[in-house]
């Protein structure tokens, strides 16, 4: 194994697809197919995904038509769903952070402090997708983090589990400084003296997607099953 192309496709397989649906994919891998998944991260990752020609969105399309084409529901459904559970924490962040700025106009740390008292609906709701997007339970990323700890754990890999966990401590605890100076404290006197306030076209769509991704992190409704069904069969070109 070429561990330089094998770090250049771990990279980019991580930034497609997730860093924990691979970590958990590399965690549960035994002595037999560890093999395969070396095979998979150098070769397609590294060699084929790295070599230049076509941008990663590109290379997506084409991905989803050679599974719909393969008829692989599975793996068409996970992307699906991994689409929609990381696009929605992530606008949660985005959406929330646009707010902020707005009431701030500004981005310095400095002058950034109190959202919670500034701006209610935005301040909370950066909170709850710091939390989303680190794992905290029961948002939806924390389907997935699971998974990852209880395959290492189960596949005898105790180890692999407890870096996993100090790893994802060190992400939440550098995060949190960040938010938490954000969040908490009182407001600038210049965020004070902005027009900018919480409104319902500002702040409904923070708040759906985070009630879906509270959702996704739960269980999956029947309708929305249906919905992500659909859109694989939509994909694979099937009535």
Not at 116 to 142: E, K, N, Q, W
């Amino acid at each position: 194994m070429e561990k330089e192309m094998y770090e250049k496709g771990l990279k980019i397989r991580r930034e497609v697809l997730g860093a924990e649906f691979v970590d958990n994919a590399i965690a549960s891998a035994d002595d037999f197919n560890r093999p395969l998944q070396e095979i998979v991260t150098q070769y397609c990752w590294g060699e084929i995904w790295g070599r230049p020609g076509l941008d990663r969105r590109t290379r997506s399309i084409i991905n989803l038509a050679m599974l719909s084409a393969l008829n692989r529901q599975h793996e068409v459904k996970m992307h699906v769903k991994g689409a929609l559970n990381n696009g929605l924490t992530k606008g949660i962040l985005f959406l929330s952070c646009g707010n902020i700025h707005r009431a701030y106009d500004s981005k310095s740390m400095d002058e950034v402090t109190g959202a919670a008292r500034r701006l209610p609906l935005s301040g909370t709701l950066f909170m709850l997708g710091f939390l989303a997007i680190t794992g905290s339970p029961p948002f939806g990323p924390f389907v997935s983090e699971f998974g990852i700890i209880s395959a290492a754990i189960g596949g005898g890999r105790t180890w692999v589990a407890g870096l996993f966990l100090l790893f994802l401590m060190v992400v939440f605890v550098g995060m949190g400084q960040v938010v938490l100076r954000v969040v908490q404290g009182r407001p600038s006197e210049r965020a004070r003296t902005t027009a900018f306030r919480d409104g319902f076209l500002t702040g409904m769509p923070i708040v759906v997607s985070a009630a879906l991704v509270l959702m996704l992190g739960l269980a999956i409704p029947g309708p929305l099953r249906t919905i992500l069904e659909e859109a694989v069969r939509y994909l694979e070109g099937r009535p």
